[in-house]
């Protein structure tokens, strides 16, 4: 079979590395083509080619993509020939729904050649319509075949719009489970070879995008200086510039590791992150965390009259309750930032209760295994389609 993915960003690369995984062992010979990134690449070895590079594609905040909107035109287009060229079995699309929900449009419209059949489509992670543009569930109903959801609570809302989802468990289980166990040798590795010091560490995951960057380190930086008996960490990704790290750690001692999310957060005693699927993650490692988040004020703007949410961190959405601080925009300030740290630091008025509710919380979050789950239903359902 051959499977065209496409993933737009960092969290759509992991998810998207942890199918590629699972589809091989379903299907050993798949062919696969993809928009995704590092993960992605080591999870097909040697059975994929990469189209393009989310860091390419990676565009957030309302004034951002309006910004770059010719940009954004030429990759669709340049994605739609692609597809059309190469004729997939299936196109498995991975969140993103401003690029994916088009590109399930163009396949289900375009007119494919005579004795060819149409590709099938599949949303693998639903997009997040619960929260805003819900009109995007006609969309869905009209372009796709099979969608997956990764939260329990939106089989309900999908059937109320006439969608049966399929839900098999969230695949951040799976991520997180296949991190090997902290252990004293592996924390003196890993504070060694990236030349920390023996204070305890606190992690600032200020986001994989520039302009998560630009409006959330400047704070969390400040906030370090208020605790010169931790270590403060900044997790950089290699698809940014070092230098746009450096203008905002000039003159502090915050140390900087890139492409260690994971490994910084499980090290921690604490963090302060941005808001997104890093939250989740972080909470699944059980390391107490204050999320915050900055963006442009027409963002903001936008995001307050569009967003029906009581919530914006993945957190306490799932939950359905404050476990996790949320301070966003106006109120993430550096002293209100560090007077969270410290009730959720080791004894922190807020410490215990928050180590008690993510354990909650991976109970609520299921078994891993949920990224094989998956990939066996999307093979199943193309080999009963491709055999009527």
């Given at each position: 079979?051959?499977?065209?993915?496409?993933?737009?960003?960092?969290?759509?690369?992991?998810?998207?590395?942890?199918?590629?995984?699972?589809?091989?062992?379903?299907?050993?010979?798949?062919?696969?083509?993809?928009?995704?990134?590092?993960?992605?690449?080591?999870?097909?070895?040697?059975?994929?080619?990469?189209?393009?590079?989310?860091?390419?594609?990676?565009?957030?905040?309302?004034?951002?993509?309006?910004?770059?909107?010719?940009?954004?035109?030429?990759?669709?287009?340049?994605?739609?020939?692609?597809?059309?060229?190469?004729?997939?079995?299936?196109?498995?699309?991975?969140?993103?729904?401003?690029?994916?929900?088009?590109?399930?449009?163009?396949?289900?419209?375009?007119?494919?050649?005579?004795?060819?059949?149409?590709?099938?489509?599949?949303?693998?992670?639903?997009?997040?319509?619960?929260?805003?543009?819900?009109?995007?569930?006609?969309?869905?109903?009209?372009?796709?075949?099979?969608?997956?959801?990764?939260?329990?609570?939106?089989?309900?809302?999908?059937?109320?719009?006439?969608i049966e989802a399929f839900y098999a468990g969230n695949p951040i289980m799976d991520s997180v489970a296949e991190r090997p166990a902290l252990t004293p040798e592996s924390s003196?590795?890993?504070?060694?070879?990236?030349?920390?010091?023996?204070?305890?560490?606190?992690?600032?995951?200020?986001?994989?995008?520039?302009?998560?960057?630009?409006?959330?380190?400047?704070?969390?930086?400040?906030?370090?200086?208020?605790?010169?008996?931790?270590?403060?960490?900044?997790?950089?990704?290699?698809?940014?510039?070092?230098?746009?790290?450096?203008?905002?750690?000039?003159?502090?001692?915050?140390?900087?590791?890139?492409?260690?999310?994971?490994?910084?957060?499980?090290?921690?005693?604490?963090?302060?992150?941005?808001?997104?699927?890093?939250?989740?993650?972080?909470?699944?490692?059980?390391?107490?965390?204050?999320?915050?988040?900055?963006?442009?004020?027409?963002?903001?703007w936008v995001a307050k009259r569009l967003v029906k949410l009581r919530f914006i961190s993945l957190v306490n959405l799932i939950m359905d309750r404050e476990v996790v601080r949320?301070?966003?925009?106006?109120?993430?300030?550096?002293?209100?930032?560090?007077?969270?740290?410290?009730?959720?630091?080791?004894?922190?008025?807020?410490?215990?209760?928050?180590?008690?509710?993510?354990?909650?919380?991976?109970?609520?979050?299921?078994?891993?295994?949920?990224?094989?789950?998956?990939?066996?239903?999307?093979?199943?359902?193309?080999?009963?389609?491709?055999?009527?």
């Amino acid at each position: 079979m051959k499977y065209y993915i496409i993933a737009g960003e960092a969290s759509g690369d992991l998810h998207g590395s942890n199918l590629i995984k699972g589809l091989l062992a379903a299907d050993p010979t798949a062919d696969i083509r993809f928009w995704g990134g590092d993960k992605m690449i080591a999870a097909a070895d040697g059975h994929g080619t990469l189209v393009k590079h989310y860091k390419e594609a990676s565009i957030m905040g309302f004034w951002e993509v309006v910004k770059n909107l010719r940009r954004i035109g030429c990759q669709m287009r340049f994605c739609r020939e692609d597809i059309a060229a190469w004729q997939p079995d299936v196109l498995i699309l991975i969140d993103y729904p401003g690029f994916n929900l088009r590109m399930a449009e163009f396949v289900r419209k375009h007119r494919w050649p005579e004795g060819t059949k149409r590709p099938e489509v599949f949303y693998y992670i639903a997009p997040k319509v619960w929260a805003w543009k819900a009109k995007r569930v006609v969309k869905l109903r009209e372009y796709i075949d099979k969608l997956s959801i990764i939260f329990p609570f939106e089989t309900g809302y999908f059937r109320k719009h006439g969608i049966e989802a399929f839900y098999a468990g969230n695949p951040i289980m799976d991520s997180v489970a296949e991190r090997p166990a902290l252990t004293p040798e592996s924390s003196a590795a890993f504070r060694q070879a990236n030349n920390l010091d023996d204070r305890p560490i606190i992690a600032l995951v200020a986001g994989s995008r520039s302009s998560e960057i630009q409006y959330n380190l400047p704070n969390m930086v400040a906030v370090s200086r208020l605790f010169p008996e931790y270590q403060f960490v900044v997790t950089g990704v290699s698809w940014l510039d070092k230098s746009l790290y450096d203008d905002y750690l000039k003159g502090s001692d915050v140390r900087f590791v890139c492409d260690k999310t994971y490994e910084t957060i499980a090290q921690s005693a604490a963090a302060l992150v941005t808001s997104g699927t890093a939250t989740l993650e972080t909470a699944l490692l059980n390391v107490p965390e204050v999320v915050c988040f900055r963006s442009s004020a027409i963002s903001i703007w936008v995001a307050k009259r569009l967003v029906k949410l009581r919530f914006i961190s993945l957190v306490n959405l799932i939950m359905d309750r404050e476990v996790v601080r949320e301070l966003i925009q106006e109120d993430f300030t550096p002293e209100i930032a560090a007077e969270e740290l410290r009730s959720v630091l080791p004894g922190g008025a807020k410490h215990d209760r928050i180590i008690q509710d993510f354990k909650e919380l991976r109970i609520a979050m299921g078994e891993p295994g949920a990224s094989e789950r998956v990939a066996r239903e999307m093979v199943r359902l193309l080999n009963v389609n491709h055999s009527s």
